[in-house]
């Protein structure tokens, strides 16, 4: 079984690097999403360069989203095969097994964003070959992707032939998105195709170029034939290398689309033939840098981001530091920082699963990193939620509703809804399987609200607030102004007919999380009428003229919220207990004994046992439900009674979502449950990096890396907004001496320093209140000190 290791090497290496140390077909999946690298614009998979059994290869680019027929739903087609290189080695081809591999090392290096392997391979005539493979992808350059491979024949001459080039047979597991419009090979070297999405008609330039080096000595005329075959253009190069020499083959190559970002200033997406001419323009400018240049200046990107992001973490006991480190890789390589028309899939960049979609995902795990470490990065995650709002408007439209209902599943900005409907069959029965989360999985939309409200209270941004913020406000308050029902009987509105974060549950009513969210949703809205009603009268017009086309006024809308709000039911703690009820007769669900599935390493071991109806009568949920609320809203009971609902619901809890953990830690730290809250946190910080080798295969888990950063700084750290105020808390592990990290606290770089006994915090900015440690006191400019 394959090791992942990152406690090898130098004392540096080790918290930065991480290594694969032993190789197992059965397992490639682990690393290619693992070890996926990108910048945001592109995504590309680590998947090896010769072919294997139960291989995935992908390359993403963000925003070309497309469908493959009219019955299946928007997806990020998975562009093609950048990576391949088919070697042979005397008349043998290269494929490793346990027997013929004497060396092996697979690494990623967190610091510089490159790949590396190494191995010494011994072929069946006994010869003896060391191969090296780098690759990266360009942080500097997005559109370019670095590689080489370096050969040395160790006990012999080798004869090597490498088959390599583009391969665009490659499909989202057998779905279809592209199609070839452009093939060619330029100047006999310089290989590319063109292609076009079959619906949304993204063109897709892809462009690759190969040099050849022998004893470090560039060789002119080493690629020497050219391969084209069905969606496939490849180079063959051919070699003779001499015993102990070191030939080298480099393989520069740069990604392309029409919804580029550099073509939005023209108004239109550019001719498929314009991408391709891009393409090869940028791969002829790459190929003449090289893989070192084109290397060092991506890493001059990274070394700018690490030194503003790094989280230091003292503690010779673990892991943590690394897993932290590991999350901050992936939160940079997720997010395309300038372009507010796309979001963040549930799996980034790095795999099929999800099909690239954006979920609660990203406001709710994701969204508080950028909005305390990268606040830019935060507004534009925010603007393309505001660019939603059309899509949301469509479907509460097609439910029957008013306003913007934000979809469980968004892809391109205007597409609505994404999420499948049908998921499969059930072929047991020829029973469609249907997928509900995209009609009454509804919290996302006061989930949007309450990040954006969270944003304002770090950033004080205005500017966005006016633009966008108020109306996404009232709007989604609009939907749920339409959406609360009247029971007459109980003499109350209610939300009945949802799921609530436990997706285990279908069809509840007065799901608590949903009730309250939507409530903080509706009295924010209330509050955004009335000021903008005395403060902001052209934000008041242009609402009041939406509001009128709708034959309503805001003046209607505000009273009816007030009215509502007041007579939404909120699940109360029940009496004796303290417990509130994750919705309408939950108490009454049969209890069984979890034990054996909440200590299982792989997750949905409960359905090994029980039918989804079963889990639906049960007090078993999926993931953080009550618990989520309990920490976005603490205020909503008393601290025992946190302790009571913590301790009750995550006995409940079977942790079968990724999105689970690090909540349940932070939720840990602030009742001071120590040993629970560090095992939370090593276990979330694990989900992708630990043993489980399976778990990762159709891609990384973005919402938990974002839980990560939220279990160091909200948890350990203490970090929390309190009516407007920064709060800090700190509750450090007894595992680690202090930690450190950086945090934008209203235009204000702080750097905070957690210790045994206090809190450091280093005010790059302008004095501030905070509430630190229960007290209320100044931040100074410059170094401020703070002892328990
Ligand atoms: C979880 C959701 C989550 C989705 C995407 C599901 O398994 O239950 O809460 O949004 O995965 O990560």
Redesign the pocket.
């Known amino acids: 079984m394959p090791v992942m290791n990152y406690r090898k090497g130098t004392e540096k290496e080790k918290s930065w690097i991480i290594e694969e140390t032993s190789f197992n077909e059965k397992y490639t999946g682990k690393c290619e999403s693992v070890f996926t690298q990108g910048n945001g614009y592109l995504g590309l998979r680590n998947s090896l360069e010769e072919q294997y059994l139960n291989t995935v290869r992908g390359m993403f680019i963000t925003g070309t989203f497309n469908k493959a027929s009219k019955d299946e739903v928007t997806e990020l087609p998975n562009v093609s095969d950048i990576v391949n290189m088919e070697i042979e080695l005397n008349g043998e081809r290269f494929s490793m097994n346990e027997n013929n591999i004497k060396e092996y090392s697979r690494t990623l290096n967190l610091y510089t964003g490159e790949t590396c392997r190494n191995v010494l391979w011994k072929g069946k005539n006994g010869d003896i070959v060391h191969l090296s493979f780098h690759r990266f992808v360009s942080y500097e350059n997005v559109h370019v992707i670095g590689a080489y491979v370096e050969i040395k024949p160790v006990n012999c001459e080798m004869k090597v032939k490498v088959v390599s080039g583009i391969d665009a047979q490659v499909t989202n597991h057998g779905a279809q998105h592209l199609t070839e419009f452009s093939k060619r090979a330029f100047e006999e070297k310089f290989l590319q195709m063109g292609m076009v999405t079959t619906e949304s008609a993204v063109s897709i330039a892809v462009s690759t170029v190969h040099k050849v080096f022998q004893s470090g000595k560039y060789t002119e005329d080493a690629a020497s034939k050219i391969i084209d075959d069905r969606r496939k253009i490849h180079a063959e190069i051919q070699l003779v290398i001499p015993q102990g020499e070191t030939a080298r083959v480099e393989k520069i190559s740069t990604v392309h689309s029409s919804r580029d970002l550099e073509y939005v200033a023209s108004g239109k997406e550019p001719e498929g033939e314009n991408v391709c001419r891009d393409g090869l323009d940028n791969l002829k400018e790459a190929e003449e840098k090289g893989y070192e240049t084109l290397l060092e200046e991506s890493k001059k990107v990274w070394e700018k981001i690490w030194k503003k992001q790094d989280i230091q973490i003292d503690s010779k006991e673990d892991d943590a530091q690394i897993a932290v480190r590991f999350a901050l890789y992936h939160l940079q390589i997720m997010v395309r920082r300038e372009d507010n028309r796309v979001g963040i899939g549930?799996k980034a960049l790095s795999g099929e699963g999800?099909k690239g979609h954006s979920?609660?995902?990203t406001e709710t795990f994701i969204f508080p990193y950028f909005q305390m470490a990268e606040p830019e990065t935060a507004r534009t995650l925010l603007e393309f939620r505001y660019k939603g709002l059309y899509g949301a408007r469509k479907k509460a439209i097609e439910n029957g509703y008013k306003g913007a209902m934000y979809p469980w599943e968004a892809a391109w900005v205007s597409d609505g809804e994404v999420t499948p409907y049908v998921t499969g069959v059930n072929v047991h029965t020829g029973e469609p399987m249907i997928c509900l989360t995209g009609v009454i999985e509804q919290h996302i939309t006061s989930d949007i609200i309450f990040a954006l409200w969270q944003y304002y209270a770090a950033t004080d941004d205005q500017d966005f607030m006016d633009r966008y913020g108020y109306e996404m406000t009232i709007e989604t308050a609009r939907f749920w102004n339409s959406r609360l029902e009247w029971i007459e009987e109980n003499n109350r509105y209610e939300i009945r007919d949802v799921i609530g974060?436990d997706?285990y549950k279908e069809h509840v009513d007065n799901n608590a999380y949903t009730n309250y969210m939507a409530h903080e949703n509706m009295r924010l809205a209330a509050q955004v009428i009335a000021c903008i009603r005395d403060e902001k009268k052209d934000i008041y017009g242009k609402m009041q003229k939406l509001m009128q086309e709708e034959g309503t006024s805001l003046e209607q809308l505000e009273e009816e919220l007030k009215d509502k709000m007041k007579k939404l039911y909120l699940p109360q703690p029940d009496e004796k207990t303290g417990i509130i009820p994750q919705f309408d007769g939950y108490f009454d669900l049969k209890e069984i004994d979890l034990s054996v599935y909440k200590n299982a390493s792989v997750v949905g071991t409960v359905f090994h046992d029980y039918s989804g109806e079963d889990v639906q009568g049960m007090q078993a949920g999926?993931?953080a439900d009550i618990v989520e609320l309990l920490y976005q809203m603490e205020d909503i009971t008393t601290p025992d009674n946190k302790a009571k609902n913590y301790v009750y619901y995550e006995a409940r809890t079977l942790h079968d979502?990724s999105?689970s953990k690090a909540i349940h830690s932070i939720t840990a730290c602030d009742l001071g449950m120590e040993k629970e809250a560090y095992d939370m946190f090593m276990s979330a910080a694990l989900t992708d990096l630990g043993q489980e080798m399976k778990s990762s295969d159709a891609g990384i888990h973005s919402?938990n890396m974002g839980g990560v950063w939220q279990d160091v700084v909200m948890g350990f750290g203490g970090i929390r907004i309190r009516d407007g105020h920064l709060r800090i808390a700190p509750n450090c592990p007894k595992q680690w001496e202090k930690f450190t990290y950086p945090l934008y606290w209203k235009g204000n770089e702080l750097h905070i320093t957690v210790c045994k006994d206090g809190v450091e915090v280093i005010n790059e900015g302008e004095d501030f209140e905070a509430e630190i440690m229960g007290q209320t006191v100044t931040v100074s400019k410059g170094k401020n000190e703070f002892r328990a």
């Open positions: 549930a999800y979920f609660w995902d974060p997706e999926k993931q979502s999105l919402a």
